[in-house]
């Protein structure tokens, strides 16, 4: 902040202690502002697997007070996507299929995480055949497939083999390095390499000391890799994909730089600054504080407190004090702010009420992005159904050559469950009126039943199709007129049920009679 004020006129008799004066005024809290102010450079770096984390997490210290916005745009992303169905026409296909998703519906849903957040996601499918399992897993007898997602850090990107025309991987590389306290108490390390093609795994420890790994070539039952790479926005002519946060990354780091000066500013202003009207600055330093040879006073590197003081004795007309503030420290920094924040809700396809805004002001927000976040999600699960139905088939291949079963196919098919923006008043309105409207214009004669109800069948999930091909599945025709015959059955037997009591009635009313005429005649 710049010193406000009027301009004093030092004595000369202390014009060579002006170094002093300085000093004195800075430990009054007063900073002199410089007259070449610096151009802001934004610092961007490429996002990584490290960084890409650390912005999830909120860790890089460079980044603190905007990587918050990187989890909300991960998370409302993998939230909405879901994880996929997989339908097989084999039954016993599809029995497998279930029982072994169902198990890792968790490790599915990390697997979009990591390939949005980190760009790539590895999964490798082992089959433990290990006698600790038997205890643990009584019920896989023979062995078990094992869904192992790979931390991106072990992928050997610089070499992989891959087919110089389809780019496909020929052969897998994974480095990892771990350490470990042996028995004496000493450190140690080792790195240990795995190269994985169709015909072989070689294990190899390339540094350190071995920690208990059988090294040497092993054969692959498999005939094929086992591992499925998960790649977000990867293009045609790259091996890898993009990270989510590689395009909000520069915004998140200059809302950061932003908040971080705004903060500064506010609390170097926030505390407000006393400011002087001086005539006679000697005459006004012996009145008030005693001092009455400045030149002395600072030579002793002498301070002025003002703590605790509740007023000053001015000798002079026009002497005055008052304080120094800022009306606003963060005025501009707030429409910055806020100008960088829909920057990072247009930039990642993010309805800004992720990010924790009040519903109200949202409202607009979640009629109109809601669309586009949708589209987002489709796009999403379609860049990673390919890779989705390459593992149901190497988990149906696995399968089939471990226990014997042979499937009459290993194609599978992906369901995902419905992104429907309404809520369930909106719904339950929207049927209403459909039903409303298919009523009247069946009644009318002007849309047939089948019509209606296969027009309705698109709004409500339970119904199904008008005329079902599969005999073992019931058409809505024969549902609608089965439910009509048990409604009068129900009402024929309702009916009786009050004919009888009418009757049971009449006999009570006759009796009475009956027994009143007795007594009469007796």
């Known amino acids: 902040m710049s010193f406000i004020g009027e301009m004093v006129r030092i004595p000369s008799k ?14 009054w809290g007063i900073r002199i502002a410089s007259s070449s102010p610096g151009v802001y450079q934004l610092r961007s770096e490429p996002v990584d697997y490290q960084l890409a984390r650390e912005l999830y ?14 989890k909300p745009v991960i998370n409302t992303t993998v939230g909405f996507m879901g994880i996929p169905r997989f339908v097989s026409e084999d039954e016993d296909a ?3 299929l279930d029982e072994f998703f169902g198990e890792h519906s968790s490790l599915m849903q990390m697997t979009h995480l990591g390939g949005l ?3 790539d996601c590895w999964v490798w499918l082992t089959r433990e055949e290990s006698e600790e399992n038997s205890a643990l897993y009584p019920e896989a007898v023979g062995g078990r497939l094992v869904y192992n997602i790979i931390p991106p850090e072990m992928i050997a990107q610089d070499k992989l083999k891959r087919h110089p025309i389809t780019g496909e991987i020929i052969e897998y590389v994974l480095e990892s390095s771990c350490g470990w306290i042996d028995e004496r108490g000493n450190l140690r390390k080792c790195k240990v390499q795995e190269r994985i093609n169709r015909d072989a795994r070689i294990t190899t420890i390339i540094e350190g000391d071995n920690p208990g790994i059988e090294e040497g070539e092993r054969e692959n039952p498999w005939g094929f890799i086992p591992i499925v790479q998960f790649s977000n926005e990867r293009d045609p002519g790259s091996a890898f994909g993009k990270s989510e946060l590689e395009v909000i990354e520069p915004f998140i780091k200059a809302y950061h730089d932003v908040m971080l000066h705004a903060i500064q500013g506010s609390k170097l202003h926030s505390t407000p600054k006393l400011k002087l009207h001086l005539k006679d600055v000697d005459t006004f330093l012996s009145v008030n504080f005693g001092i009455t040879d400045l030149a002395e006073f600072m030579r002793k590197g002498g301070e002025l407190k003002i703590d605790g003081r509740e007023a000053f004795i001015f000798t002079q007309d026009g002497e005055d004090a008052d304080f120094a503030e800022v009306r606003s420290a963060t005025g501009d920094a707030k429409e910055l702010l806020q100008l960088l924040f829909w920057c990072i809700v247009d930039a990642s396809q993010t309805p800004e009420f992720a990010f924790g805004t009040h519903t109200p002001s949202s409202l607009a927000s979640v009629k109109e992005q809601m669309p586009v976040l949708i589209k987002k999600i489709d796009r999403k699960r379609e860049q990673f159904a390919d890779s989705w139905k390459r593992l149901a088939r ?15 196919t290993h194609a599978v ?3 995902w469950d419905e992104v429907d923006p309404r809520g369930d008043k909106e719904v339950a309105e929207t049927i209403e009126v459909l039903v409303r409207a298919l009523t009247t214009a069946v009644n009318n004669q002007i849309m047939s039943h089948e019509a209606a109800v296969s027009f309705l069948a698109k709004y409500v999930e339970t119904m199904n199709d008008y005329e079902s091909d599969d005999p073992e599945v019931m058409g809505e025709k024969d549902r609608i007129v089965q439910d009509m015959l048990r409604r009068s059955q129900l009402e024929d037997a309702q ?11 009449v006999l009570a009313e006759i009796q009475k009679s009956q027994n009143r005429g007795r007594d009469g005649d007796a």
């Open 94 to 96: 599809q029995a497998v």
């Open 495 to 505: 009916l009786a049920e009050d004919e009888q009591k009418m009757i049971e009635q």
């Open 14 to 27: 202390i014009a060579g202690e002006i170094s002093r004066l300085r000093q004195t005024v800075h430990r």
């Open 57 to 70: 997490d909120n860790t890089n210290d460079a980044y603190k007070l905007g990587a918050a916005f990187a």
């Open 413 to 415: 098919e992906l369901v």
């Open 394 to 408: 190497m988990v149906l291949a696995m399968e089939s050559m471990a226990s014997g079963k042979k499937f009459a």
């Open 117 to 119: 957040r980190d760009g």
